[in-house]
């Protein structure tokens, strides 16, 4: 650890880790451990092992919200069935739920995976052959008549 850190700010850095792994989300776990985010990132430019550790927090929060993306492309999830009356209720007067599935996220994860198979293909030919020079004058003079 870079030298000057007490052990408050050791219990600082461990609760900012682990709200990072659980939220991903930087700002929030300062809050949460009393830390300046400025601070933080300066901690993180000079400690090397808190730099690791935050790394690895990240990673985590990141297999987590991939984790969930698996289960909602693959296994869905519950949703209320509404209209413009609000919920649908079925003959016991409950809400009733319909199964959704995420396209979006199956396509997502599908292209992160395997994207030699599913990435986006778009071909631009960018060897012309033709003089554009010569295409326009003959338009011109198709145009004036002649």
């Known amino acids: 650890m870079a030298r000057g850190h007490d052990t408050r700010t050791t219990g600082q850095r461990a609760r900012f880790l682990e709200h990072l792994a659980n ?6 776990s300062c809050a949460v451990a ?3 985010r400025c601070a933080a990132y300066r901690m993180k430019r000079e400690d090397e092992e808190f730099s690791e550790a935050w790394k690895a927090a990240m990673d985590q929060a990141v297999d987590t919200l ?3 993306a698996w289960r909602r492309g693959r296994d869905g ?7 413009k009356d609000g919920l649908v209720l079925d003959e ?3 809400p009733v739920l319909q199964r959704r599935y995420s396209d979006s996220l199956l396509t997502t994860l ?3 995976h395997r994207p ?3 990435r986006d293909r778009s071909t631009v030919d960018m060897n012309v052959n ?3 020079a010569a295409l326009i004058d003959e338009g011109r003079r198709r145009a004036r008549g002649g």
Request: charged letters at 40%; aromatic letters at 10%.
């Open 110 to 112: 599908l292209k992160a």
């Open 23 to 28: 939220s991903g989300n930087v700002t929030a």
């Open 34 to 36: 009393g830390i300046d």
């Open 130 to 132: 033709t003089d554009i």
């Open 116 to 118: 030699e198979k599913y």
């Open 92 to 94: 016991e007067d409950k």
């Open 66 to 68: 991939e984790a969930e």
């Open 77 to 83: 999830y519950d949703e209320y069935v509404t209209c």
